[in-house]
């Protein structure tokens, strides 16, 4: 890791060095060893405490939106950061010539809460290589297979090496299995009916509509969105069955063909409530449908947001 | 008064309390924990080293409630009754039962008592546990709690070996531990020791000496820049909160009730006026807003902080936001020329 942390520092210096840049979104050390903090660089400012590893549990493109198009944004992307940076440009979010892409093949982002589980709170040391994950528990080392304490997105990913980025740090790393895509689908799917409302209702209604969801999406950057939209209002904001169903159904919705499954929805819900399984079968639908998936170029519109005059479908001709 | 309450008979208590009074004890969801209506087959989550996920204000200020009822039949408003029974709440944290004491304050002041607040709050009993080893997050006693701090409690419980050591502190606690066994002297003894262990293995998280008046100094300095540079805007810091008290009340047409909803400074719509002017534009003056209410707002009016250092808001912020490091650089931050 720490080779690539100097690559990474490297880089960046050269990126302000050669003024490609105005701004670098990464990741930074923080108190805690165990929770690096999205950072921003600026020419001149120390790298010292850049950080990168598998505990980088949000995804940086969130951030792209809060800058005017004329900054010329640097930014760590990973696979799926890579795929919420094209969508974003392709949803006009910001162009395409003011974004420089640090790529770096991702080995998946480590789920702490699988870890505490078997270990118990107050984790304090972290170490990782290619298989092992190991961490320090009052005075006590404990090791993990890689693979047992990922992120269930990252468990699922597909492309874990970044699409078209500037430059690539790092070896790129074997396409994920699709099948093991359809995994959450596939077993939500085997539900009948009823047991699937069930499942449904049992993670939506926990929900205490914080939007940690929402604000940790990279496609939610609507300046307003619909639950906060009044009058009219559109979805009760009291913590009932339908206002919180409403917003799961509806967050899902508007994620067609633009979610590039990162899971940064559930690695920030605070109630533990399972989101990607609606993504992830919505996505399956825009693949077999119109065979599409989010975030592959960064010149392709979703098939729900492009409009064509020869569109095959003349429904509304 | 001391009591010894043995483990195994936990279960038969609060059975026993179950009959007189709603029983409310921590119990697991999913892999947070939460207060919940005790049954006979609640699984107790006592044994986390920190207090519960989702903060227990909510028995006592719920996300959501009912404040009236429209009947379309006769054209009125109807009150709803919202004084429970007699409640008990078992296992609640220093932390969190302090909160309900800086609560007081907004809820029920002299000038005036919110009825629902009140109302239930009258109605509980509040039974504590202490924090025999605080984890790392939490930082009570920098901001004048303790890890076994009594404040707001009626009774608190040490962990002993097989059993609890139960201080009985005010005269609604007193006689539901009476049928036990008093504690010997040499437990009481053991329970100083680990209590006074627990608070000192806690050391200061930031200076609080001048710390309002240093907040009040950087109200314009790009130190909010900086700090909110990362923050998401979501709700989870406020939400958690056992401090964290604003609410929206919202007619519910549809269903003819008027709600009072938990609200967020967080919120971009929290301080959107109907112009569409919003006087807090950013999460720069959201995030001023949250820190300055707590290290403060709170100090002008009660002279207290009104943050009970219970660590939530560093355990669940997801981008790892820590207001402990925040503070910190405030503490330390050059005042400098107005912010442009």
Redesign the interface.
């Not at chain 2, 969801?29 to 947070?32: A, H, K």
């Not at chain 2, 998401?232 to 989870?236: Q, R, V």
């Not at chain 2, 997801?318 to 820590?322: A, K, R």
């Given at each position: 890791m720490s080779e690539l942390i100097a690559k990474l520092k490297s880089e960046i210096k050269r990126l302000f060095d050669e003024d490609v840049v105005d701004v670098v979104i990464a990741f930074k050390k923080a108190d805690s060893p165990l929770r690096p903090q999205p950072a921003f660089y600026r020419k001149g400012d120390s790298l010292e405490d850049l950080e990168y590893n598998s505990l980088c549990q949000n995804n940086l493109a969130n951030y792209l939106t809060r800058y005017p198009h004329e900054t010329r944004i640097g930014i760590v992307v990973r696979g799926c950061e890579s795929r919420s940076v094209n969508a974003l440009v392709v949803e006009k979010q910001h162009p395409r010539e003011n974004l420089f892409k640090i790529g770096i093949p991702c080995q998946g982002i480590v789920d702490l809460r699988k870890i505490v589980k078997q270990t118990g709170e107050d984790v304090s040391g972290y170490k990782e290589d290619q298989e092992k994950i190991s961490v320090v528990f009052k005075n006590k080392e404990y090791q993990f297979d890689r693979k047992d304490v990922l992120h269930d997105s990252c468990l699922r990913c597909v492309h874990p090496n970044p699409v078209n980025p500037d430059v690539l740090l790092g070896d790129p790393l074997p396409e994920g299995d699709p099948g093991v895509l359809r995994q959450a689908v596939e077993s939500f799917e085997a539900l009948t009916k009823q047991e699937r409302y069930t499942w449904f209702q049992q993670e939506a209604e926990r929900c205490i509509r914080c939007y940690a969801c929402r604000e940790a999406c990279p496609m939610c950057y609507c300046t307003e969105c619909f639950v906060d939209h009044n009058p009219p209002r559109w979805t009760e904001s009291t913590i009932s069955p339908a206002g919180t169903q409403a917003w799961h159904i509806i967050r899902a919705f508007h994620q067609t063909g633009r979610c590039t499954s990162c899971g940064a929805c559930e690695r920030a819900c605070p109630m533990d409530i399972k989101m990607t399984y609606l993504t992830d079968k919505l996505n399956e639908d825009m693949l077999n449908q119109y065979d599409f998936a989010p975030g592959m170029d960064d010149t392709t519109q979703p098939p729900f947001a492009s409009f064509n005059l020869d569109d095959k479908n003349r429904f509304v001709a | 008064m001391m009591y010894i309450l043995e483990k195994k008979k936990l279960n038969k208590i609060l059975s026993t309390w179950a009959q007189e009074h709603e029983v409310f004890v921590p119990q697991k969801?999913?892999?947070?924990s939460q207060f919940l209506p005790y049954t006979e087959d609640s699984e107790l989550a006592l044994k986390?080293?920190?207090n519960t996920?989702?903060p227990p204000k909510a028995l006592f200020l719920p996300?959501?409630e009912v404040m009236l009822k429209f009947n379309n039949r006769t054209q009125k408003y109807e009150e709803v009754n919202t004084t429970p029974k007699s409640r008990l709440v078992f296992g609640v944290r220093p932390c969190d039962a302090k909160a309900f004491r800086l609560l007081d304050t907004v809820f029920d002041a002299e000038d005036y008592a919110d009825p629902y607040w009140k109302a239930k709050r009258d109605a509980t009993i509040l039974i504590g546990i202490g924090c025999e080893v605080p984890?790392?997050?939490c930082f009570c006693t920098t901001v004048g709690g303790g890890p076994f701090n009594q404040d707001g409690l009626d009774a608190i419980l040490t962990e002993l070996e097989g059993s609890y050591l139960v201080q009985i502190l005010t005269e609604k606690a007193e006689t539901l531990f009476a049928s036990l066994s008093p504690a010997t002297i040499e437990q009481e003894k053991q329970v100083e020791a680990i209590q006074t262990k627990a608070h000192d293995s806690m050391s200061p998280a930031f200076e609080t000496d001048g710390l309002k008046q240093k907040l009040d100094q950087i109200f314009e300095s790009s130190y909010w820049d900086k700090i909110s540079?990362?923050c998401?805007?979501?709700?989870?810091c406020t939400?958690?909160c056992p401090t964290c008290f604003c609410f929206?009340i919202?007619d519910?047409v549809?269903?003819k009730?008027r709600?009072r909803?938990?609200d967020?400074c967080m919120?971009?719509?929290y301080s959107q006026e109907a112009s569409g002017h919003n006087p807090r534009p950013t999460r720069r003056e959201r995030t001023r807003q949250r820190l300055m209410h707590k290290y403060s707002y709170w100090l002008d009016h009660i002279d207290e902080i009104g943050c009970t250092g219970c660590g939530r808001c560093v355990r669940?912020c997801?981008?790892?936001?820590?207001i402990?490091?925040m503070l910190r650089t405030a503490n330390t931050h050059e005042s400098e020329a107005v912010h442009a």
């Open positions: - | 969801v999913e892999e947070y986390s080293p920190h996920r989702y996300q959501s984890p790392s997050t540079e990362s998401l805007g979501c709700g989870i939400f958690l929206d919202v519910e549809q269903r009730e709600v909803n938990w967020t919120f971009r719509i669940y997801p981008v790892g936001l820590d402990r490091a």
